[in-house]
């Protein structure tokens, strides 16, 4: 069974840093993208960053709300893909999940990347 | 950015009925469109992937359509199962992003 486990949420001040993860079975995660995206209380989905697989040199995509504050890391040999906080706002306060990048290929031999199987999330609070 | 717009932010209907969401993008993203599920307190759960493709396991009762600017996800008969929250993503550009989200309750 295809499954994504989040951990290591928890309540945090602001200004300081936390580190979740998630962690993967049931399939060949080397090969995929990964994904993080975050809930706040009460709306919608928020998209976080995603992180390519090592044929993609591992490189990542972050979106602006986080950009130079959020580290997303991957383990292979661990099944496991990792979002490290710093900085942490209030606004930051969310349940995170992780997404895998499930591939497919269009007409032209093009492959993209969507998010195919979600984990149950972890929440973070920011608070002081 | 690309924006997402979804019409309407929520809906009453019985089981049985044919529901129908929109989604408009701020600029054409081709068919780089997927939809999403979430009951609530739940994760959400992948439904429909190039707006038309449906995701493994999902109903048949589901389905996608469009192109370009302009999506519609359909149930054809709704369950009650599938009174939920849908959302549609865009994977066309980065950043990837979400519509605000469509909620579906028990008329």
């Known amino acids: 069974e295809v499954q994504l486990v989040e951990s290591g949420g928890g309540l945090v001040q602001p200004g300081g840093s936390l580190r979740v993860s998630c962690t993967a079975s049931?399939?060949?995660?080397?090969?995929?993208?990964m994904d993080w995206v975050r809930q706040a209380p009460g709306k919608g989905l928020e998209w976080v960053g995603r992180?390519?697989?090592?044929?993609?040199?591992?490189?990542?995509e972050y979106a602006a709300s986080v950009k130079g504050r959020f580290t997303i890391s991957r383990d292979d040999s661990k099944n496991s893909v990792h979002l490290q906080m710093n900085s942490l706002k209030i606004e930051d306060t969310a349940v995170y999940y992780c997404?895998?990048?499930?591939?497919?290929?269009?007409?032209?031999?093009?492959?993209?990347?969507?998010?195919?199987?979600w984990g149950n999330g972890t929440t973070v609070t920011v608070s002081s | 950015d690309i924006q997402m717009t979804q019409s309407p932010s929520s809906l009453s209907a019985s089981v049985g009925d044919r529901v129908t969401i929109t989604c408009r993008a701020s600029?054409?993203?081709?068919?780089?469109l997927a939809w999403i599920q979430q009951k609530p307190g739940k994760a959400p759960k992948s439904l429909i992937y190039?707006?038309?493709s449906l995701q493994s396991g999902v109903p048949s009762n589901f389905s996608g359509s469009g192109s370009g600017t302009d999506f519609t996800l359909t149930i054809s008969s709704l369950q009650p199962e599938d009174f939920a929250t849908y959302y549609c993503?865009?994977?066309?550009?980065?950043?990837?992003?979400f519509g605000g989200g469509t909620k579906v309750e028990i008329k």
């Open positions: 997404a895998r990048g499930g591939r497919y290929y269009d007409t032209s031999g093009y492959s993209y990347f969507y998010m195919d199987v």
């Open positions: 049931g399939f060949t995660f080397s090969e995929y993208y």
């Open positions: 992180i390519r697989n090592k044929a993609n040199s591992y490189t990542t």
């Open positions: 600029q054409g993203i081709t068919n780089y």
């Open positions: 190039a707006a038309s």
């Open positions: 993503q865009q994977y066309s550009t980065y950043p990837l992003t």
